[in-house]
């Protein structure tokens, strides 16, 4: 921001902290307003513990302010110091900064950026909030709906969402997280990667601190834990309260004042203190088949982050890690687990030999193992039982699985192999078949039956030229599991898929939400969630699913570039390019690559990325992408015969899914956009909007469409558009039960 200086005010007798703004962030737009709004708000507030604002000021083209002058040290210097801090200790240092945020409150001022480096300790022993620089008027017109406004580690849920007006209990929100890391030495959740955090705050209650230091008390967890309520509603209201609630922490002899723990943190960790487990891959020994390995892997971890009282890390977060030759318990301090899971699997003939162990993290001693003896085809069943054996030996209750059970040995495998196959091929027959061979054995199976729909949805995206034509028959299979199992989180993602594929947002947002219900932990389920929310409006929270899934599971890489392609979309060009990295190796992989790729060149008008990306496309198998990489690459040297319609009208006519179809009209419209031929880019928009798209999130914010948006035509078009993506928001909250103004 600049520099701060200690100096003299003749006016007032008294030394002040000079803020020198620095000059590039002065002529930033919108600074010098934001710098007033400092000043303006700031007086607002008379209280020893809220630093005072004198002034905004200019000499020649330097800004500054002027500020009241605090000798002492931050909040944050002291925890990089001393990292934990006793209780007693951390509530005097946080009495005093509720006492001034509650002044602040009451003068209908919210703080938005409250961290450790914002409170300064003062050598005379004044606690005082400092910074009050993104600072708004509660109830007044700003909103988040730009991006989020304030420091991530520290930022509640709301701000992270954005397109809600922030109250008072935001820096309620902050006060936990700063309590959390005073008590415990760490964040709540990391602070890199920020986008990670960020989804974790969204999506998942906050950590117990108990978790991280044992010896936390009931009471400081219960404290915590109520500040950073995921749902506002449910959190302590005001600062005024936390002050009430920090007379037991400052006082033990006080009893406590009618702040309980919440039910779901009442676990006594006493009784179960190893609640955190990672799964490292299982190893197929005996020149098996890698896909048992991986179907066991998987299905255990599944199986047991749905286990009441078992945080388990995920399948990216593990594959991130190097284990081959180490020790278990190294590998469990570096992912940050109490107990580390890990097995083999070894084939003699038809039989199976499952082995499992758990290993403590804490000394390295082996915790509990077991064999398990199958049929080749029954390991899935095994590996339930795998999962309910390790929950007992961490004295931790699973329910009963509630996945159905497939008798069939021979459908059951090659229902793994069609999975194996699926996730690998993105235009591959190989799943299909598979997937058609297992349902000729085992026609009513709803796993089967979902994975074959979403196989043939994925088809049913391509062209003609590659079969597809199966979308009535997708919607059969998707409907048929859905009645079989409706409680399964498959057959929903299913139908959510057929019917975003079939342009049905709204009956597609309703079974998505019917999915994360029913499947929260499952990375395709929230990779999908991603992706609608990426259209419908809230760029931010899918930005963070979609990295979060990418790192969940590897083979998830468009997931990666659908967040690139967001952060381009809201101007982040950075952040887009670093997301974005090589190319893979992978032919079909590097298609979407490629293709993203294009369309950012586009945007930014850039000739030396699109030569590089010309490079990149001559290595595609895909004639038809060459074809499209072709016409990108002479728009962008301004061809003037470049026929874009005899280009994309036959690869519009050869779609069968209106989604697909309706994409191609959206390149249509950039292209006709970028050459600056407003009426054609519009007719193209139209086109898509009359095939129900509903990229609101593109409309608004792709670059090369800004002439287009000063069209008086387009406004009925984006209105249409607006009204679909605002329906199935809401239906999408409403399966989701969270209340609109909270989204």
């Given amino acids: 921001m600049g520099s701060v200086y200690r100096a003299r005010d003749r006016e007032l007798d008294e030394d002040v902290a000079l803020k020198m703004i620095a000059r590039d962030v002065a002529d930033t737009p919108g600074a010098l307003s934001r710098f007033r709004q400092e000043v303006k708000l700031a007086r607002r507030v008379t209280h020893k513990n809220v630093a005072r604002t004198f002034d905004i000021g200019e000499h020649g083209a330097q800004r500054f302010l002027t500020m009241e002058f605090i000798e002492g040290e931050t909040l944050g210097a002291l925890l990089d110091r001393e990292r934990i801090l006793t209780e007693s200790r951390a509530a005097a240092l946080l009495r005093p900064v509720c006492e001034g945020l509650a002044a602040a409150h009451a003068a209908g001022v919210v703080h938005r950026d409250l961290k450790p480096e914002n409170v300064m300790l003062a050598k005379d022993g004044r606690v005082v909030i400092t910074d009050f620089g993104v600072a708004h008027a509660e109830g007044g017109a700003l909103r988040t709906a730009g991006g989020p406004v304030g420091t991530p580690a520290y930022m509640a849920p709301e701000q992270v969402e954005g397109g809600v007006e922030l109250d008072a209990r935001v820096d309620v929100y902050a006060v936990g997280v700063m309590l959390f890391e005073m008590l415990t030495g760490s964040l709540p959740w990391p602070a890199e990667p920020v986008l990670a955090g960020a989804v974790a705050r969204v999506l998942s209650p906050p950590p117990d601190p108990r978790d991280r230091r044992p010896s936390v008390s009931a009471t400081a967890a219960s404290l915590i834990l109520r500040c950073m309520e995921r749902r506002r509603d449910a959190r302590i209201a005001t600062a005024r309260e936390i002050v009430s609630a920090l007379d037991t922490l400052e006082n033990p002899s006080v009893s406590p004042r009618s702040v309980t723990l919440p039910a779901r943190a009442m676990a006594p960790l006493e009784e179960a203190r190893c609640r955190t487990v990672a799964v490292l891959p299982f190893r197929a020994t005996g020149g098996h088949d890698e896909y048992l390995a991986s179907g066991l892997t998987e299905d255990l971890i599944d199986g047991l982050s749905m286990v009441e009282g078992l945080r388990v890390r995920s399948h990216g977060a593990v594959a991130n890690v190097a284990f081959e030759g180490r020790d278990p318990a190294a590998v469990g301090r570096e992912l940050g687990v109490q107990v580390v899971a890990s097995g083999s699997l070894r084939a003699t003939g038809d039989r199976m030999r499952v082995s499992a162990r758990l290993v403590s993290v804490s000394d390295g001693f082996q915790l509990w193992a077991k064999h398990f003896d199958c049929a080749v085809a029954d390991v899935l069943r095994v590996g339930d039982e795998v999962a309910s054996s390790i929950a007992a030996a961490l004295s931790v209750q699973r329910a009963a699985p509630a996945k159905a059970e497939l008798d069939d040995a021979v459908a059951l495998e090659l229902y793994l192999r069609a999975r194996h196959a699926y996730q690998r091929f993105w ?106 929310l990426a259209e419908l409006g809230r760029p931010r929270e899918a930005i963070a699913m979609l990295e979060a899934c990418a790192r969940d599971n590897p083979l998830l890489g468009a997931s990666r570039l659908e967040a690139v392609r967001l952060l381009a979309l809201l101007g982040d060009w950075d952040a887009s390019d670093s997301l974005l990295g090589a190319p893979p190796d992978d032919d079909l992989a590097l298609n979407t690559y490629w293709l993203t790729r294009s369309r950012i060149d586009l945007w930014r008008g850039d000739m030396e990325r699109a030569d590089a990306s010309r490079r990149l496309a001559e290595s595609t198998t895909f004639t038809m992408e060459r074809v499209v990489q072709a016409t990108y690459t002479r728009i962008l040297e301004r061809d003037p015969d470049v026929d874009v319609d005899a280009t994309f009208g036959p690869l519009v006519d050869e779609m069968t899914a209106p989604r697909r179809r309706a994409f191609f009209e959206q390149m249509k419209a950039e292209i006709y956009a970028y050459s600056g031929n407003v009426p054609r880019a519009l007719a193209a928009i139209r086109s898509a909007a009359d095939l129900a798209f509903v990229d609101t999130v593109w409309l608004r914010h792709c670059p090369v469409l800004h002439d287009v948006r000063l069209s008086t035509e387009l406004a009925p078009i984006a209105a249409a558009v607006d009204r679909r993506a605002r329906d199935a928001l809401a239906e999408l909250d409403r399966g989701l039960g969270r209340a609109p103004d909270a989204a």
């Fill in 427 to 532: 235009a591959d027959d190989e799943a299909l078949t598979l997937f058609e061979e297992a349902l000729a054995r085992a026609p009513d199976d709803p796993r089967i039956l979902s994975g074959y729909a979403l196989a043939l949805i994925r088809r049913t995206g391509a062209s003609t030229r590659f079969g597809g034509t199966q979308t009535d028959r997708a919607l059969q299979m998707a409907e048929r599991a859905a009645a079989i199992a409706p409680h399964l989180p498959e057959p929903r993602l299913a139908l959510a898929r057929v019917h975003w594929s079939l342009a049905k947002p709204v009956d597609a947002a309703r079974e998505i939400a019917a999915a994360v219900k029913a499947g929260p932990a499952l990375t395709d389920v929230r990779d999908f969630q991603a992706r609608m």
